[in-house]
């Protein structure tokens, strides 16, 4: 299959996007921490709940998740908090 887009697993973490789970009350101890994090070459990593499986039976139209993606979910503050750290364009 040929994408657009390929993901590096050999690219590192290299910073936290936002703020981290402890500040923003998301952390269940040292498990369950939702995150996001840049990478060093750019993408962005999503530590999040696996809710794929829930999501597979009612995907909206063109919504089309591919067998070795995931569907991953974090509170929106997470997202919110990340916002400062993303550029706009």
Known sequence: MIRGWEAD???????????SPTELGTTGGEQGCPDIWELENGDIAVVGRDLTDSYLPILPPGLVVAPDERIVVIPRRTAAAAKVDLPDA
């Open 9 to 19: 697993p050999s690219s590192p973490l290299v910073r936290r996007l936002g703020k």
